[in-house]
């Protein structure tokens, strides 16, 4: 018997500020900028009435609201951080939070959110979705 998996990636970049907020925090203790690509990445094993296992417009729908709330904010201000030290391994999950709330699609079983915060160093988060 083979088993099948399906997986649709979207990607969206942006530019978001934050500062750490760990004892000695160096430089990153002050507001700076990063220009993040984050990878939105749902997978499961049966594709959705029209072959799709996600509409790619309705995951676009979501990065539209997700860049409009991330894009030039300071993420430190924002109600989801808050008691948080803004690292980029929070950032992932907190932005898979938003996505897995907004998704009305039920066919994909798993989200994997992988967020770039340069060209060199990135975190994921994944979830199994419901």
Request: proline share 7%; hydrophobic share 40%.
């Amino acid at each position: 018997m083979t088993s099948h998996t399906y997986e649709l990636t979207v990607t969206r970049e942006f530019v978001a500020q934050h500062f750490l907020t760990v004892p000695d925090p160096g430089p990153e203790g002050v507001p700076h900028s990063h220009h993040f690509t984050v990878e939105v990445r749902f997978g499961g094993p049966e594709l959705g009435e029209y072959g799709y296992l996600v509409d790619i417009d309705d995951v676009e729908a979501i990065l539209d609201d997700l860049e409009d709330r991330y894009r030039d904010a300071l993420l430190n201000d924002l109600p989801e951080f808050e008691g948080l030290n803004p690292s980029v391994e929070h950032f992932a999950r907190l932005f898979g939070d938003r996505v897995a709330d907004a998704l009305a699609n039920p066919n994909p079983e798993h989200l994997q959110i992988r967020l770039w915060e340069d060209d060199v160093s990135w975190a994921s988060h994944a979830r199994a979705l419901e």
